[in-house]
Structure formats: C-alpha cells, structure tokens
T-cell receptor, first 112, second 111 residues
C-alpha cells in the first residue's frame, strides 16, 4: 500500500478485556516498530521486528503485552487483561532496514 | 540514557510570525536528529532530518541545524501559516533502530 495502515483506528475496551491491534507496514519494509504514545507525551518504543523475528521487546511494559509478526509482514500487538493505564495511542512504524521510519495513523485505545 | 528535551507548548503565533521551537538532546555517540509533525487525527510525518554535525535539514520552509557544541536541533520557520498548526516532535536515533522522542510542542497559528 501507499503507507502504513493500522486498524482499528479507535478501540474502547472494558477493564480486563483482551484487545488486538493490527499494523500493515509498507510493502517490502523489513523493519517494523511499535510505539506507545500517552496523552500529551511523545511516542515511546515498545518492540522491534526484523522480518518475522522480534529482535527487541525491551519496551513492552508488562507481560500482558505481546506482539507478533508471523509472516514478516502484518503485525499484531495484543494486550491481555487491559488496565486503565494502557489507554494510549499505539503507533506502528516500518522502515527499510536501518533507514527512516514511516508511521501509521495509530490506534487510540481507551480502557474504561 | 539518551533523551530529548523540547520547549513546552502550546506556542501561539499570528500568521506570518517567526517560529522557533527549541530542542536539545543527550546521547552517547553521534545521533541522527529528526523533526516529526503530527496533524490532528493523523500519524507522525517526517518533517526534516540531519545525520551529522553542522548539517541543516530543511523542508516546507522549516529548517533545523545540528549543533554538536550545544547539543541542539532547534526548529525554525520564517513565516508560519495557519496550516502549520500541529504538534511538533523532536527525536533522535543514536546508532540503533530506536527513536527517542521529546514530549512534543503544540503550535497554534492564528489568522
């Protein structure tokens, strides 16, 4: 596609529910990143994939967060047993190896 | 650790005014520096970048110069327009794939 796409754009979850956020990177982009952007803050790194390999998950805030990219293209960020502090915009970015990151529009997650 | 500090907003200017948004950084090694812009309801867009000291990035009338001696990368524009209203993020990448972002500065330009 022309750019990075994310779905859904908005998600409201009740506390304790599981959610899954999808990212479609730019075709051919080897690297994929997830960031979390809290209200009024800059994005913070969560995790990084190179093809299907998750090379860095040091930014995931807890073991309730899980990301996968099984075929080296589409990625899913899953949050189990959501908590109010998980409310944020989740940004996906992709890049050709080592170069500029292109960001998607984000998924705004609200946990009630 | 690596970090980016931006001036707090919001910044409110009249159309055609001069804009400066300050950004300073702390990093080991020699980072690449970026300015991203986020328009309402949209994702981050790269505005400009600089990869080494004294480089000047420029785009759409915006400029920023990589100053190693002052560890700064201030964003400037000579004459802002209403359409420049957005949130601006300064970021660095210090030899790894991770981007470190500042907290963002909201710019509001009044007609």
């Amino acid at each position: 596609g022309a750019g990075v796409s994310q779905s859904p754009r908005y998600k409201v979850a009740k506390r304790g529910q599981d959610v899954a956020l999808r990212c479609d990177p730019i075709s051919g982009h080897v690297s994929l990143f997830w960031y979390q952007q809290a209200l009024g803050q800059g994005p913070e790194f969560l995790t990084y994939f190179q093809n299907e390999a998750q090379l860095d998950k040091s930014g995931l805030p807890s073991d309730r967060f899980f990301a996968e990219r099984p075929e080296g293209s589409v990625s899913t960020l899953k949050i189990q047993r959501t908590q109010q502090e998980d409310s944020a915009v989740y940004l996906c970015a992709s890049s050709v190896r080592g170069n500029e990151q292109f960001f998607g529009p984000g998924t705004r997650l609200t946990v009630l | 650790g690596d970090s980016v500090t931006q001036m707090e907003g919001p910044v409110t200017l009249s159309e055609e005014a001069f804009l400066t948004i300050n950004c300073t950084y702390t990093a080991t090694g020699y980072p690449s520096l970026f300015w991203y812009v986020q328009y309402p309801g949209e994702g981050l867009q790269l505005l400009l970048k600089a990869t080494k000291a004294d480089d000047k990035g420029s785009n759409k009338g915006f400029e920023a110069t990589y100053r190693k001696e002052t560890t700064s990368f201030h964003l400037e524009k000579g004459s802002v327009q209403v359409s420049d209203s957005a949130v601006y993020f300064c970021a660095l990448s210090a030899g790894t794939y991770k981007y470190i972002f500042g907290t963002g500065t909201r710019l509001k330009v009044l007609a």
